[in-house]
Every structure is written in C-alpha cells, then in structure tokens.
C-alpha cells in the first residue's frame, strides 16, 4: 500500500467509526429480529452520546437485514445521510 501527501489524497481519507447497540451476549437482535430491549428504558436511558455522534456522519453502512427492519419504523432515522446497504 502507498500513501500520498497530495492534497487529493487528503480529501479521498475517511474515518470508520462504530457505533452499535448490544446486549450482553453480543447480540443486537433476539432470535426472532425483535429490537424491542433497545428502547426499554426510553428517556432514563438519555441518548447514551447518540445524537453528537449522528451530528458527525455523513455515510452509514449498514447490512440488509438492519435495513429492512429500520424501514419498519414508520420513519426514516437517517435523513441527510447518505446510506449503504451490504448484502450477499
């Protein structure tokens, strides 16, 4: 791999950054795709750093399973970002 100190190459870099929700045996989803445990504790909980984290994105990738359940909520959660969906 080369790297290049051209200013091209400085506006082509990125940064990856990880932001997920798990359960304590790693999960996100139960067996049968419920995400219900995430909002269980709805405002105590606050938004945990969510929303300054989502104010610094501008592309999110996601898998198409998590796609398709996010198109279940009746509302679009990423307006003005920009989305990629992986899938087999």
Same mark, same amino acid.
């Given at each position: +791999?080369?790297?290049?100190?051209?200013? @091209?190459?400085? @506006?082509?870099?990125? /940064?990856?950054?990880? &932001? =997920? #929700?798990?359960?304590?045996?790693?999960? =996100?989803?139960?067996?049968?795709?419920? =995400?219900?445990?995430?909002?269980?504790? #709805? *405002?105590?909980? #606050?938004? +945990?750093? &969510?929303? *300054? $984290? +989502?104010?610094?994105?501008?592309?999110?990738? +996601? %898998? /198409?399973?998590? &796609? @398709?359940?996010?198109?279940?909520? %009746? $509302?679009?959660?990423?307006? %003005?970002?920009?989305?990629?969906?992986?899938?087999?």
């Amino acid at each position: +791999m080369t790297t290049s100190s051209t200013p @091209e190459a400085a @506006e082509r870099s990125f /940064r990856t950054l990880v &932001y =997920i #929700g798990t359960s304590l045996d790693g999960f =996100i989803a139960r067996p049968d795709g419920d =995400i219900d445990w995430l909002n269980e504790r #709805g *405002a105590q909980a #606050g938004d +945990m750093g &969510y929303e *300054a $984290f +989502m104010a610094g994105i501008d592309t999110l990738v +996601m %898998g /198409r399973n998590t &796609y @398709e359940k996010v198109l279940t909520f %009746g $509302f679009w959660p990423y307006e %003005g970002k920009r989305v990629a969906v992986l899938s087999t």
